[in-house]
């Protein structure tokens, strides 16, 4: 993405930056043509492996659920975490703020009136309009060949639940990483520590199964399965919360005090982010990077 | 077998056809064209590029006839997208043509036989073909094994290039440490030790600092000429011409506009000579105006264009005026002819253009 | 030809010292492939605590299945050390020029571009599915008999045949497409089909995938053929699967190189 230096010297300079920033990167994307299109609909394949592993486990069982999750459900889960997923997920997020901190283009936001946490943040809205935007057909077609695997439509509350954790896990996604990235301040190479987040993520966000299917792995504390555990941390909220609220698997109480929690966990780490900048940008004058 | 020059293009000199015995290179109406995309500028275009997208057909090498011999030195010389790394790509066998015929060592070279392969060299300015991460000594055995030299010839060949360039204490280094001048060197190495019958070249001293490039025209021609080696070399400037070339190839938009020797050109190409005046102070308009040749003046110092056949009546007349000192008559420089052979060779495409719309 | 082996060898001793040179990324990168695999055995066994069998009656039952993954461990680490480095390399060259150099050298080319650089990193995971294999065999109801055994590593072979085809027929894309496309995703989309037992294709849309993906491309035949011959009870329908494996072993590697010749034949290098 080109560098672009933002003087918001007005609300409408800034939106003018914006928008600048979003045709460009529409353009990045039609620059390879060919990838898109394709590219969008080759993320769906690995979906049709685990559909069929499924079904061969369900099939193998006598069980018509397992965690409370028919085989229809896994299939409806695994299609809702593509869409939840397109919310939180940052490619190049933490790498590109920890190299622009190894090659020293961070110091152009150290002298300049603007907030570098909010630029990226900026730039990450318009990215995501413009995947949104030519991702939509893709996604919509095999949502309606697949609707079949869906649940019917639920109630108003559920989908106002659903789209506010989806908002919730596109800054919580956006936070995370970034926070992650600003360690880069202190550390030379964050790869190691990116690698271990990804790992973790990878098991833990509900990318690879629903996490109900931990409810019966023990802790060694006696009534909390792994499943509780992770419901207090952040991981979860990034892929599974969101389906899991559609599929109806989380309602009531539950959702409330769960939605408190993403909440609870975005404010931590925009927190953390901050801290970590004004801790990182103190540091880094000091040393003169 | 005897092949006369084949006909060159329109500027060349018909007289001056000689037949070259030991043709190694011919080549006939060899032409090379690619289809372009263009690219979209702004948002419209890109999304339009989606559905349609507009091509034009690029003629890299239109339909060039070349004969080399065993031994010859030639230059390709052009200017940026003339054609001349494509003629030497199409020479070794990289690309195929889309029209003509070419026969080096009596090999097609598209075909890529490995008989072939094992009699040539590339070597590419600013472009690695030693293996970055081995240090050079260790791409020099690779390269006895790829190319299946005897040991004893390789161990004499190698120490005798490896010495004449100077360059033992690096081939222990890996590549990728070592700066541009001392990666060409070892490039150069690397490429002679199958002993090949025809060197291709691809703007070798690009990049170079004057040393370097002063350092690798010497072992060129050192090497060439004791190995009899024909040697074909791209570029663009004149200082390799110059130092390396008898025989010049002058290449634009993908055409032959001269073939010949590079005394030639100067001879062909002018109309004028620089006269250069030293007079005892700097000149009043009044004897500027006497002289009466467009001059440039740089204080004491008068410097003169004269139109060569008039260079024997004019020089008196100069050398007799009060206040000469001394007078110096040059060839106009080889830089100067060339670049001029291109921009009429522009202009003439621009009003090609023009009449063609 | 003892050549290009002896050229090979060199090849892979200069990635090795390199390699140890850079020992903290080496064992970066080890460590990176254990943890992605080992995510995917956790995964594994979590399935299991739900069900006894992968597809009923179809045998795959937790040691077999670890069998399997085992083997697809092996047999994926062997392409990923020896044949995809050079093969994501070559989306480089291609930008850069630097395949002219290798088409003027008296040497196969295919052999170059797929063969000069070697991860050594990779093979970790080859390891710890021999260290699977070790496991799981001994816990079999039906232990395979000598001859399967036999065969084993003959078809280990066939699967990296038929893999290495695939490489090369994306090589052959990307010379001739000339850009720079990401072949580690397209690599992950294919080989992603063979990550479990054939069986689990099955039902209308199951069953003419599966016959697409063992006779058309034959990406199920990789994993499947060997594993099932150290994993479930040899029968005398063993032979056909022997049989078909090696005939696409050879199919793969001979189309794939036709493919190679005719990309390169088109080349049309890089501007200067």
């Given at each position: 993405?080109?560098?672009?230096i933002?003087?918001?010297?007005?609300?409408?300079?800034?939106?003018?930056?914006?928008?600048?920033?979003?045709?460009?990167?529409?353009?990045?994307?039609?620059?390879?043509?060919?990838?898109?299109?394709?590219?969008?609909?080759?993320?769906?394949?690995?979906?049709?492996?685990?559909?069929?592993?499924?079904?061969?486990?369900?099939?193998?069982?006598?069980?018509?659920?397992?965690?409370?999750?028919?085989?229809?459900?896994?299939?409806?889960?695994?299609?809702?975490?593509?869409?939840?997923?397109?919310?939180?997920?940052?490619?190049?997020?933490?790498?590109?703020?920890?190299?622009?901190?190894r090659?020293?283009?961070?110091?152009?936001?150290?002298?300049?009136?603007?907030?570098?946490?909010?630029?990226?943040?900026?730039?990450r809205v318009?990215?995501?309009l413009?995947?949104?935007?030519?991702?939509?057909?893709?996604?919509?077609?095999?949502?309606?060949?697949?609707?079949?695997?869906?649940p019917?439509?639920?109630?108003?509350?559920?989908?106002?639940?659903?789209?506010?954790?989806?908002?919730?896990?596109?800054?919580?996604?956006?936070?995370?990483?970034?926070?992650?990235?600003?360690?880069?301040?202190?550390?030379?190479?964050?790869?190691?520590?990116?690698?271990?987040?990804?790992?973790?993520?990878?098991?833990?966000?509900?990318?690879?199964?629903?996490?109900?299917?931990?409810?019966?792995?023990?802790?060694?504390?006696?009534?909390?399965?792994?499943a509780?555990?992770?419901?207090?941390?952040?991981?979860?909220?990034?892929?599974?919360?969101?389906?899991?609220?559609?599929?109806?698997?989380?309602?009531?109480?539950?959702?409330?005090?769960?939605?408190?929690?993403?909440?609870?966990?975005?404010?931590?780490?925009?927190?953390?982010?901050?801290?970590?900048?004004?801790?990182g940008?103190?540091?880094?004058?000091?040393?003169?990077? | 077998?005897?092949?006369?020059?084949?006909?060159?293009?329109?500027?060349?000199?018909?007289?001056?056809t000689?037949?070259?015995?030991?043709?190694?290179?011919?080549?006939?109406?060899?032409a090379?064209?690619?289809?372009?995309?263009?690219?979209?500028?702004?948002?419209?275009?890109?999304?339009?590029?989606?559905?349609?997208?507009?091509?034009?057909?690029?003629?890299?090498?239109?339909?060039?006839?070349?004969?080399?011999?065993r031994?010859?030195?030639?230059?390709?010389?052009?200017?940026?997208?003339?054609?001349?790394?494509?003629?030497?790509?199409?020479?070794?066998?990289?690309?195929?043509?889309?029209?003509?015929?070419?026969?080096?060592?009596?090999?097609?070279?598209?075909e890529?036989?490995?008989?072939?392969?094992?009699?040539?060299?590339?070597?590419?300015?600013?472009?690695?073909?030693?293996?970055?991460?081995?240090?050079?000594?260790?791409?020099?055995?690779?390269?006895?094994?790829?190319?299946?030299?005897?040991?004893?010839?390789?161990?004499?060949?190698?120490?005798?290039?490896?010495?004449?360039?100077?360059?033992?204490?690096?081939?222990?280094?890996?590549?990728?440490?070592?700066s541009?001048?001392?990666?060409?060197?070892?490039?150069?190495?690397?490429?002679?030790?199958?002993?090949?019958?025809?060197?291709?070249l691809?703007?070798?001293?690009?990049?170079?600092?004057?040393?370097?490039?002063?350092?690798?025209?010497?072992?060129?021609?050192?090497v060439?000429?004791?190995?009899?080696?024909t040697?074909?070399?791209?570029?663009?400037?004149?200082?390799?011409?110059?130092?390396?070339?008898?025989?010049?190839?002058?290449?634009?938009?993908?055409?032959?506009?001269?073939?010949?020797?590079?005394?030639?050109?100067?001879?062909?190409f002018?109309?004028?000579?620089?006269?250069t005046?030293?007079?005892?102070?700097?000149?009043?308009?009044?004897?500027?105006?006497?002289?009466?040749?467009?001059?440039e003046?740089?204080?004491?110092?008068?410097?003169?264009?004269?139109?060569?056949?008039?260079?024997?009546?004019?020089?008196?007349a100069?050398l007799?005026?009060?206040?000469?000192?001394?007078?110096?008559?040059?060839?106009?420089?080889?830089?100067?002819?060339?670049?001029?052979?291109?921009?009429?060779d522009?202009?003439?495409?621009?009003?090609?253009?023009?009449?063609?719309? | 030809?003892?050549?290009?082996?002896?050229?090979?060898?060199?090849?892979?001793?200069?990635?090795?010292?390199?390699?140890?040179?850079?020992?903290?990324?080496f064992?970066?990168?080890?460590?990176?492939?254990?943890?992605?695999?080992?995510?995917?055995?956790?995964?594994?066994?979590?399935?299991?605590?739900?069900?006894?069998?992968?597809?009923?009656?179809?045998?795959?039952?937790?040691?077999?299945?670890?069998?399997?993954?085992a083997?697809?461990?092996?047999?994926?680490?062997?392409?990923?050390?020896?044949?995809?480095?050079?093969?994501?390399?070559?989306?480089e060259?291609?930008?850069?020029?630097?395949?002219?150099?290798?088409?003027?050298?008296?040497?196969?080319?295919?052999?170059?571009?797929?063969?000069?650089?070697?991860?050594?990193?990779?093979?970790?995971?080859?390891?710890?599915?021999?260290?699977?294999?070790?496991?799981a065999?001994?816990?079999?109801?039906?232990?395979?008999?000598?001859?399967?055994?036999?065969?084993?590593?003959?078809?280990i072979?066939?699967?990296?045949?038929?893999?290495?085809?695939?490489?090369?027929?994306?090589?052959?894309?990307?010379?001739?497409?000339?850009?720079?496309?990401?072949?580690?995703?397209?690599?992950?989309?294919?080989?992603?089909?063979?990550?479990?037992?054939?069986?689990?294709?099955?039902?209308?849309?199951?069953g003419?995938?599966?016959m697409?993906?063992?006779?058309?491309?034959?990406?199920?035949?990789?994993v499947?053929?060997?594993?099932?011959?150290?994993?479930?009870?040899?029968?005398?329908?063993?032979?056909?699967?022997?049989?078909a494996?090696?005939?696409?072993?050879?199919?793969?590697?001979?189309?794939?190189?036709?493919?190679?010749?005719?990309?390169?034949?088109?080349?049309?290098?890089?501007?200067?």
């Amino acid at each position: 993405m080109s560098e672009v230096i933002i003087r918001p010297a007005s609300p409408f300079q800034g939106l003018r930056t914006w928008w600048m920033m979003l045709k460009i990167s529409l353009e990045e994307r039609l620059v390879y043509r060919g990838d898109f299109a394709l590219g969008t609909l080759m993320r769906f394949l690995p979906i049709v492996t685990q559909v069929f592993l499924w079904t061969a486990v369900f099939g193998a069982t006598t069980k018509t659920d397992i965690a409370g999750y028919t085989r229809n459900d896994i299939v409806a889960y695994y299609l809702l975490t593509m869409l939840t997923r397109a919310f939180s997920s940052m490619p190049g997020l933490s790498t590109g703020i920890a190299r622009s901190v190894r090659d020293g283009s961070v110091k152009k936001f150290l002298v300049q009136p603007v907030d570098y946490v909010s630029f990226l943040l900026a730039a990450r809205v318009a990215h995501k309009l413009v995947y949104y935007a030519v991702a939509a057909l893709p996604f919509a077609g095999v949502f309606v060949l697949c609707r079949s695997y869906f649940p019917p439509v639920p109630d108003a509350i559920t989908i106002a639940a659903f789209v506010t954790s989806l908002v919730l896990s596109f800054l919580l996604g956006f936070f995370m990483e970034a926070t992650l990235g600003m360690l880069g301040f202190w550390f030379m190479e964050v790869s190691s520590i990116v690698f271990g987040y990804m790992l973790v993520q990878y098991l833990l966000s509900g990318h690879m199964f629903p996490i109900d299917l931990l409810d019966g792995v023990p802790t060694g504390i006696a009534g909390v399965s792994l499943a509780d555990v992770v419901h207090w941390l952040p991981f979860e909220y990034t892929a599974y919360f969101s389906s899991a609220v559609w599929l109806g698997k989380v309602h009531g109480d539950r959702l409330v005090w769960s939605l408190a929690i993403e909440a609870a966990w975005v404010v931590v780490m925009a927190v953390a982010c901050r801290i970590a900048w004004w801790r990182g940008t103190r540091r880094y004058s000091a040393f003169g990077g | 077998m005897v092949f006369p020059y084949t006909r060159r293009m329109h500027n060349s000199d018909p007289s001056a056809t000689s037949a070259i015995s030991d043709p190694v290179i011919c080549v006939e109406g060899l032409a090379k064209e690619y289809r372009v995309y263009d690219k979209p500028e702004g948002l419209a275009a890109s999304v339009r590029s989606l559905f349609h997208r507009t091509s034009r057909i690029v003629q890299a090498v239109k339909g060039v006839d070349l004969t080399v011999g065993r031994g010859e030195f030639v230059a390709l010389l052009g200017p940026n997208g003339a054609g001349k790394t494509t003629l030497l790509k199409l020479l070794s066998g990289i690309i195929t043509p889309s029209r003509g015929t070419a026969r080096v060592l009596g090999h097609v070279p598209w075909e890529r036989a490995d008989d072939f392969r094992r009699r040539f060299a590339l070597v590419m300015g600013q472009r690695n073909q030693l293996w970055w991460d081995l240090p050079a000594a260790e791409s020099f055995r690779l390269h006895q094994e790829i190319y299946r030299i005897d040991p004893v010839r390789f161990e004499r060949t190698r120490d005798e290039l490896v010495d004449m360039l100077d360059v033992r204490r690096l081939i222990l280094q890996p590549v990728r440490e070592l700066s541009l001048g001392e990666r060409m060197k070892l490039e150069l190495v690397a490429a002679l030790l199958h002993e090949p019958e025809v060197l291709f070249l691809d703007e070798p001293t690009i990049g170079l600092d004057v040393v370097a490039q002063h350092t690798i025209h010497e072992f060129l021609r050192g090497v060439q000429s004791r190995r009899r080696m024909t040697v074909v070399l791209t570029t663009h400037y004149m200082k390799d011409v110059a130092a390396l070339c008898e025989r010049v190839v002058v290449i634009t938009r993908g055409d032959i506009l001269y073939d010949g020797s590079l005394a030639e050109i100067v001879d062909r190409f002018t109309t004028h000579k620089i006269v250069t005046l030293d007079l005892d102070e700097a000149p009043n308009q009044a004897t500027i105006e006497r002289f009466g040749f467009p001059c440039e003046c740089r204080g004491p110092q008068v410097i003169m264009r004269i139109d060569r056949h008039r260079i024997a009546e004019v020089l008196p007349a100069i050398l007799g005026s009060a206040g000469v000192r001394d007078v110096s008559v040059e060839d106009v420089p080889l830089e100067e002819i060339v670049a001029e052979l291109f921009r009429s060779d522009a202009r003439d495409a621009a009003t090609a253009a023009e009449h063609a719309s | 030809m003892s050549r290009y082996f002896a050229i090979f060898l060199t090849f892979a001793r200069a990635c090795l010292v390199r390699d140890m040179t850079f020992r903290a990324n080496f064992i970066l990168e080890c460590v990176t492939s254990l943890g992605w695999m080992s995510m995917n055995l956790a995964f594994y066994l979590l399935v299991f605590t739900f069900t006894s069998e992968i597809g009923k009656g179809t045998g795959w039952s937790k040691e077999p299945f670890f069998a399997f993954v085992a083997t697809g461990l092996i047999i994926n680490s062997i392409v990923q050390a020896l044949f995809m480095p050079s093969a994501e390399e070559l989306t480089e060259m291609v930008r850069t020029g630097g395949l002219d150099g290798v088409l003027v050298q008296p040497l196969d080319a295919q052999f170059l571009l797929s063969m000069h650089r070697v991860d050594f990193s990779a093979l970790a995971n080859g390891l710890v599915g021999v260290g699977l294999l070790a496991w799981a065999v001994p816990r079999l109801d039906h232990p395979p008999p000598p001859v399967a055994w036999l065969l084993y590593p003959l078809l280990i072979v066939c699967g990296v045949a038929i893999l290495y085809g695939f490489v090369i027929m994306l090589a052959a894309a990307t010379i001739h497409m000339g850009r720079n496309q990401s072949l580690y995703d397209f690599w992950f989309y294919l080989t992603n089909f063979s990550r479990y037992p054939a069986e689990i294709y099955s039902g209308p849309f199951g069953g003419p995938l599966r016959m697409l993906c063992t006779f058309v491309i034959p990406i199920l035949l990789v994993v499947n053929v060997p594993a099932r011959m150290v994993a479930q009870p040899f029968t005398g329908q063993a032979w056909g699967g022997v049989a078909a494996a090696v005939v696409a072993a050879i199919a793969s590697l001979v189309v794939s190189r036709f493919v190679f010749q005719r990309a390169l034949a088109k080349y049309r290098s890089a501007s200067s």
